[in-house]
């Protein structure tokens, strides 16, 4: 099985990376030797077989609805690249 | 143009009415300074994990219980993978293979007064996104995630409206319904009700045509709007020999018109798998019992009720129906004074609702107590005041001066039903108009109704009507 | 010199000696082997009791820490100081142990040989020109190399339990549940663990009685009380049964290592434990299933470094696509991209059931597999790795070559259960690792075995050159 650069270019896109030609390339056939590897899958026996999402057989723990926070922006704002006006910073987005 | 028909099914999001977050505990009060409740968590800090709110679950679990569905004793919480400022973790916390409510219908009624049943596909419950500022400055948007991680459901339905007033009477039975179970303020301008609907015309007999879906639209007027818009939109498009693309599109409403937002090839691929952080949530059988008994009698068996067992029209049923709170008072002025369902619903639908109107407050805040209401429209019920006066003692009550029965002695307002001072005052007031005694009996029936009010006027209003007319009918009548 | 452990850090601190100076100068002393990203000199050292009352440690990098930045050995990270701490974090710190730093990791704790980290590789402190395995490569380096006497790390595919057995020290993964994960950078959630490195199975215990617990604020967290690990210790291994799973010494495992680790068993075995041979069948398929669900997870886990609220954020970005591929594709290595898109591919539309549900259906097989065999057995047993540390460098060009080593860990995690590795000798001068793997939440066998072994042995004793005397 081989990726194809269409194909690589959309993965990128999909994980928002932006990939220089030389590292596509080796990505690429690194890719392309780890879906050789994880074909080894098609011939498990896995009929009827119950995903596993999870290790365990238990149930989420939930908390009650209760306010436990209090106003963090004073440490949002210590660690933020950009913030301004208590806002994060982005390149104007237009919809 | 009239042989197409127009296909429609909403996703309506409705934001859960609880105190802290679906998995974080920051408030979601709304309007407060941005990123002021953002938490750790809200933020999608490296590091911090989800927990599901209880609440939040119980909620939606009360909704799908409410229209009738499937409600999963295991439900699962996904991803759902796109990149976007405002949803900080790169993906949202949804419900995509097994959903904690699937199926169930929703009764709505049209203006006109036919009903439609609208079945549900499906209700999952996610997290609400934060949202972008993008006026506050030049070259920036502004990210505030005060609003991330609010709790949803999103209520989808299957494709089986076919009008804009089908939709928005949906879209309101449903809002009636969230706000009655009290998992929802229902506040459309907040956003805290919004809708996406999927709009597709055919002709019937043939394929479902293709859709577009019409994002984000926060008013019932707007919807009705946005999706006439769509429809004659798509049928003309077809007619002038165009396709229609599958796109997600905007409403704009200064301009009354849908506009495309982006496109299928545009679209995302959400790689939605289960959330790795979240196990299945669970809900034992006796927490469904619990939530079972916790269900209120909901608005359609009431308005039923009041009709059937009641005997109130059906329009005074629906306007005592529209909410819950207004539907509770009426029943507690009912509980006080049993039988009298029609006066009850006389006065809260109409003198009730008009001073609450006007003072612009809400029923459970009114200054008039539904036992006090009761014990004003005992004094009808009795004869003490008739019905005329009793308006002027609400309004008293509602100006604070006291219980009906205090104020109704304070003023003397207690009704004349002694036949003796009757007669006495009809032979004074026929003595004091004799030209208008003569024409009546010369044939002028209009003129008793001329003397009715004289009468009445004798005495402040206060007469027993009823006795007033049978007495001066008798006098007048009598020596003709 | 003596190897450090608890035991000796009290009689030194009994006897006068200032730990936390000592525990500088060490590091200090071993700053070649670059084993830690960040060296702490903590300002006041609280001098309140608990357990481990002024034992100086060391956290592996990617446990959010207030006090110092915690980097997840990567670009992305080189400058975040988190404004909360990790569960454990706060109960190490309750019990009085004192951090001394950060330990270098693979980047976001995706690699064997901790040659993945944006701070330069760790050195293993028995052979500088060889890896100290990884992901938790810089908390195996630093006890190996006598700084601390212990280190805690994290345990997704095998990144306690390698680097433990290239070091020649005690590596503890508990039960997926058994820890808190809030605060422990993830990496792929439904396998991480966090886990403790130390010179000896007793030192785990001890430091693992601290770290285990329910935690409210991590849904996946166990809701179950505690075993007292200390007094598991001296149960002693008769009657006990031990597995010897036949996959795990697998042709790939090297003949030398299969001796040593039957060696040691042999040593179980003399204390009283009986051996039996058992199958798990499926294991062979845990090394694709891991390379699918664990991407799969990561590439949505990583998400979240965009640039936009913390951490690495482009310059000049000429719009919002810009700052997020720019900030990513600058941030991150070359291994967690080719993870991200890994798993961004297993996930996508087409084929989303053919390799992720396929993977989490053998997934349950693993699982199965190891829960037929405990309906006999007590604990399994088998080689932590097929072969010794290898050479920095000897594996990077090939990936799937360096994937392909941790055969004998990963099922581990896709099962969610708990293991160790334990010293069971030398080949050619190097550490051999005994990996015996536990029931779920039943991690004081483990500490029994495990103790047992090292009462009667002192391969966990023995010094690395490299290491401070």
Known sequence: MAIETAQLHRLAHLARLDLPTAEEVRLAHDLDALLGLIAQLQNAPVDGVRPMAHPHEVAATLRPDRVSESDRSAALEGIAPEMQSGLFLVPKVIE | MSDWQAVIGLEIHVQLSTQSKLFSGASTAYGAEPNTQASFVDVALPGTLPVPNVDAIRKAAMFGLAVGADVAAESIFARKNYFYPDSPKGYQISQYERPIVAGGTVLARLDDGREITVQLTRAHLEEDAGKSVHDAFHAASGIDLNRAGTPLIEVVSEPVMHSSAEAVAYMKAVHRLVRWLGICDGNLQEGSFRCDANVSVHKPGTPFGTRCEIKNVNSFRFVEKAIDYEIERQIRAIENGETIVQETRLYDAAANKTRTMRSKEDAEDYRYFPDPDLPPIRIAPAEFEALRAALPELPDARRARYIDALGLPPYDADKLTEDRATSDYFEAVLGALPGQAKLAANWVNGELAAALNESQIEITASRIGAVDLAALLARIVDGTISGKIAKDVFAAMWAGEGSADAIIDAKGLRQISDTGAIAQMLDDVLAQFPEQVAKYRGGDAKLFQFLVGQAMKATKGKANPAQVNELLRERLDASR | ?469
């Open chain 3, 1 to 469: 010199m003596i190897a450090l452990t608890l035991a000796s850090q009290r009689a030194a601190c009994a006897a006068g000696t200032d730990l936390l100076n000592d525990a500088l100068q060490r590091a200090e002393a071993a700053a070649g082997l670059n084993a830690l990203i960040t060296l702490d000199k903590p300002a006041g050292v609280a001098t309140t009791g608990g357990d481990l009352a002024g034992i100086p440690f060391v956290h592996k990098d990617l446990f959010c820490t207030t006090g110092q930045r915690t980097t997840c050995g990567s670009k992305m990270l080189a400058n975040f100081v988190s404004p909360y701490d990790a569960t454990i974090v706060e109960r190490l710190a309750a019990s009085g142990a004192v951090s001394i730093g950060k330990a270098n990791m693979d980047e976001f704790a995706m690699g064997s040989s901790n040659e993945n980290s944006a701070f330069g590789p760790v050195l293993n402190p028995w052979d500088t020109a060889r890896v100290p395995g990884g992901s938790s490569g810089g908390s195996a380096a630093i006890v190996a190399a006598n700084v601390v006497a212990f280190a805690t790390g994290s345990d997704t595919g095998g990144s306690v339990r390698q680097p433990a057995a290239f070091c020649g020290v005690t590596g503890f993964k508990p039960t997926y549940g058994r820890v808190s994960r809030f605060g422990m950078v993830a990496y792929a959630s439904s396998l991480d663990q966090a886990g403790v490195i130390a010179r000896s199975a007793a030192d785990c215990a001890e430091v693992l009685q601290v770290m285990a617990g329910h935690d409210p604020r991590d849904a996946t967290s166990v809701d179950r009380p505690v075993d007292d690990y200390r007094a598991a210790l001296d149960r002693g291994v008769r009657g006990l049964r031990i597995g010897l799973a036949r996959e795990l010494f697998s042709a790939g495992v090297r003949d030398a290592m299969q001796a040593t680790v039957h060696a040691a068993l042999r040593e179980l075995e003399a204390a009283g434990a009986v051996l039996v041979d058992i199958d798990l069948p499926t294991l062979p398929l845990s090394i694709p299933a891991y390379y699918v669900i664990a991407p799969a997870e990561a590439s949505s886990n990583l998400a979240r470094y965009d640039g936009v609220r913390y951490g690495h954020r482009a310059a000049d970005a000429k719009g919002l696509r810009d700052l997020y591929s720019r900030s990513r594709a600058e941030g991150f290595g070359t291994e967690v991209k080719r993870r991200i898109l890994t798993g961004t591919y297993v996930l996508s539309s087409g084929y989303y059931d053919a390799y992720y549900l396929r993977a989490q259906q053998v997934r349950r097989l693993i699982a199965n597999d190891f829960a037929r065999a405990f309906a006999d057995v007590d604990l399994i047993a088998g080689p932590t790795t097929p072969d010794v540390a290898f050479k920095l460098g000897e594996k990077t060009a090939d990936p799937l070559a360096m994937y392909a080593a941790d055969i004998n860990t990963v099922a581990v995690n896709l099962a969610g259960l708990p293991a160790m590795s334990v010293p069971a000798g030398f080949i050619d001068g190097l550490p051999a690792g005994l990996q015996l793997i536990g029931k779920a939440f039943d991690e004081s066998t483990l500490f029994t075995a495990g103790h047992a072994l090292q009462s009667r042995t002192d391969w966990h004793l023995a010094l690395a050159p490299g290491a401070v005397r």
